[in-house]
């Protein structure tokens, strides 16, 4: 499975952004998708997820401010990020559980870079 994410750039504090990722190859049934995001030096940390039947969850410092969605024709995940903040800065990744024969299997995304600056 390869993970194609796009939407990342330069923003001012309080604009917005939406990412996007999508999957390709061999896919059985996708069951979470989520965004990650990880700053040089830090952990990588969840920044929301969304199953299959809608279900969400976010990270505490996004609530309100972030949504994540999908598409599950297209294999596509988006987040769309409002009211950005200098600490929001971090390459995000887009991570997916493809439910395979062999079992659970997780991909990641390249990432995509997002800086909040003025």
């Known amino acids: 499975v390869q993970l194609q994410a796009c939407g990342g750039g330069l923003v001012q504090p309080g604009g917005s952004l939406r990412l996007s990722c999508a999957a390709s190859g061999s896919i059985f049934w996708i069951n979470v998708m989520g965004w990650y995001r990880q700053v040089l030096g830090k952990q990588r940390e969840l920044v929301a997820t969304?199953?299959?039947?809608?279900?969400?969850k976010y990270q505490d410092s996004v609530k309100g401010r972030f949504t994540i969605s999908r598409d599950n024709a297209k294999n596509t995940v988006y987040l769309q990020m409002n009211s950005l903040k200098p600490e929001d800065t971090a390459v995000y990744y887009c991570?997916?559980?493809?439910?395979?024969?062999?079992?659970?299997?997780?991909?990641w995304g390249q990432g995509t870079e997002v800086t909040v600056s003025s």
């Open positions: 969304i199953a299959r039947s809608g279900s969400s």
């Open positions: 991570n997916v559980e493809n439910l395979e024969p062999l079992g659970t299997r997780a991909y």
